[in-house]
Each structure stands twice: as structure tokens, then as C-alpha cells.
């Protein structure tokens, strides 16, 4: 019986981050949890695919936009289940344990956000992260567990710059669940730009996106150098 789960991580850049991500994926893989694990790269100037295929990830090459490189990636994978995470995040030990019964369902899942290096900030922002995802909208670095069939039928990511994980969330409105295991993302954005300056710059950018702004115009004005 082969493993059923198919991990896709989106990628620019992301050499400093990815094995934290990958190495924490070593878990699933001895729990027979991981199928393959697919690094969508979206054109990374330094050594990003050449480490993910020193770990055994199957790498492909395409344009940078995440919506996009998470279509690519969903697209190539053949497991059961997609598990689609961010370079710079790491699941917490024990999350194979805990993934293991929602595998029996058919409903899509996010994990608890946590951030590395803590802190009273740190713990204010994934509070709040933690209690919007509970009314189904979890973001992208919390990473989103979801049955390869449910994926297919709401119809995928959409090919965007940003934002592409609130669309596809909105779309799994009634199948979203929390599980009981732990997505430990980085600090470092919110510590270099400031943790209130960042959240409320992540605030109006999702109220400018419910209002209508296009991804392309949310992107062109919103700082994304990496996508780890």
C-alpha cells in the first residue's frame, strides 16, 4: 500500500529555510505518511532546488507566483492527500501522530500556528491566526492538509501572486478543520518590519482584497522578495 500523503512546498529562494521544513518532514516519512514531497520553485537565484534534491524532493521550475507554483505542484503530485507548507515553516514533533485519523475523513485541515523564538507578540499574532482560521480562513503558512479529491472539486489554487490561499480557503468554506498538531512558521518578517506594523499591513491588505482589489494590485505594493 503506498503512503498517501503528497507534500508541495512553493519555493524563491528559499535555501536558508527549506531544510527546517524538509527535516521535519523525516517523521512522516518513517510513519510511512509521505509519498513524495514536491518543491515547486518559481525561478531561485541560489542553491534552493539543488538542496531539495539533496533531500530527495522532486523539484519543478516555473514562474514566480505562488498560486501558480501551487497549482503546478498539486497538479504533478500523486497521492491521496495534498500537504501544501511553506519553506520557512516546520511541523511540530508528533504532528505524524496526529495527521494520522484525519486521513480517514474527507474534510480538509489546518494546523495551530506558532512562532519560532516566541514571545508575547508572537503569541498575540498566532492567537488571532488560530481564531480566524476557526471560522475557515486559515493562511498558507499554517499549513493546509486537504484530500486530493476535495482539492479537484472546488477546483484547485487559483494561478495569483498573493492571496491565493485566502481564495482557496474561501472555497472550502463547511470542510475546514483545525487538527491537534502544531505549524512552528518564522518570525523574522514581523521582527525586521515590526510585529503591529506587519499584522495591520496583513489586515488591510486582506480588506483590501474582500473589497475587490486584484491580486496583481495587492502584490505589486506588497513586499515579497522570498517565498519561504
Given at each position: 500500500m503506498r503512503a498517501p500523503i503528497s507534500v508541495i512546498i512553493p519555493t524563491l529562494n528559499a535555501v536558508d529555510a527549506l531544510p527546517g521544513c524538509l527535516g521535519a518532514l523525516m517523521e512522516g516519512l518513517d510513519a510511512g505518511l509521505i509519498r513524495e514531497v514536491i518543491v515547486s520553485d518559481g525561478g531561485s537565484r541560489d542553491a534552493t532546488g539543488a538542496t531539495a534534491q539533496a533531500w530527495g524532493a522532486e523539484v519543478l521550475h516555473g514562474p514566480a507566483s505562488r498560486g501558480g507554483q501551487l497549482r503546478r505542484g498539486c497538479a504533478a503530485a500523486k497521492g491521496d492527500w495534498l500537504l501544501i507548507l511553506h519553506a520557512d515553516t516546520q511541523l511540530g514533533e508528533g504532528w505524524p501522530k496526529a495527521v494520522r485519523p484525519h486521513l480517514e475523513g474527507e474534510l480538509a485541515g489546518w494546523f495551530r500556528l506558532s512562532f519560532a523564538g516566541g514571545g508575547l507578540a508572537a503569541a498575540l499574532v498566532a492567537a488571532w491566526a488560530n481564531l480566524r482560521s476557526r471560522f475557515g480562513l486559515p493562511y498558507g503558512d499554517q499549513g493546509l492538509l486537504i484530500p486530493r479529491r476535495l482539492y479537484d472539486v472546488v477546483g484547485g489554487y487559483c494561478d495569483q501572486p498573493l492571496m491565493e490561499d485566502v481564495a482557496l480557503a474561501r472555497t472550502l468554506r463547511g470542510k475546514l478543520t483545525g487538527l491537534p498538531a502544531t505549524a512552528i512558521t518564522s518570525a523574522e518578517k514581523y521582527r525586521t518590519q515590526g510585529w503591529m506594523r506587519r499584522g495591520t499591513r496583513n489586515l488591510w491588505t486582506l480588506a483590501r482584497y474582500f473589497a475587490g482589489a486584484s491580486p496583481e494590485?495587492?502584490?505589486?505594493?506588497?513586499?515579497?522578495?522570498?517565498?519561504?
Amino acid at each position: 500500500m503506498r503512503a498517501p500523503i503528497s507534500v508541495i512546498i512553493p519555493t524563491l529562494n528559499a535555501v536558508d529555510a527549506l531544510p527546517g521544513c524538509l527535516g521535519a518532514l523525516m517523521e512522516g516519512l518513517d510513519a510511512g505518511l509521505i509519498r513524495e514531497v514536491i518543491v515547486s520553485d518559481g525561478g531561485s537565484r541560489d542553491a534552493t532546488g539543488a538542496t531539495a534534491q539533496a533531500w530527495g524532493a522532486e523539484v519543478l521550475h516555473g514562474p514566480a507566483s505562488r498560486g501558480g507554483q501551487l497549482r503546478r505542484g498539486c497538479a504533478a503530485a500523486k497521492g491521496d492527500w495534498l500537504l501544501i507548507l511553506h519553506a520557512d515553516t516546520q511541523l511540530g514533533e508528533g504532528w505524524p501522530k496526529a495527521v494520522r485519523p484525519h486521513l480517514e475523513g474527507e474534510l480538509a485541515g489546518w494546523f495551530r500556528l506558532s512562532f519560532a523564538g516566541g514571545g508575547l507578540a508572537a503569541a498575540l499574532v498566532a492567537a488571532w491566526a488560530n481564531l480566524r482560521s476557526r471560522f475557515g480562513l486559515p493562511y498558507g503558512d499554517q499549513g493546509l492538509l486537504i484530500p486530493r479529491r476535495l482539492y479537484d472539486v472546488v477546483g484547485g489554487y487559483c494561478d495569483q501572486p498573493l492571496m491565493e490561499d485566502v481564495a482557496l480557503a474561501r472555497t472550502l468554506r463547511g470542510k475546514l478543520t483545525g487538527l491537534p498538531a502544531t505549524a512552528i512558521t518564522s518570525a523574522e518578517k514581523y521582527r525586521t518590519q515590526g510585529w503591529m506594523r506587519r499584522g495591520t499591513r496583513n489586515l488591510w491588505t486582506l480588506a483590501r482584497y474582500f473589497a475587490g482589489a486584484s491580486p496583481e494590485q495587492l502584490a505589486a505594493r506588497y513586499d515579497r522578495p522570498t517565498q519561504s
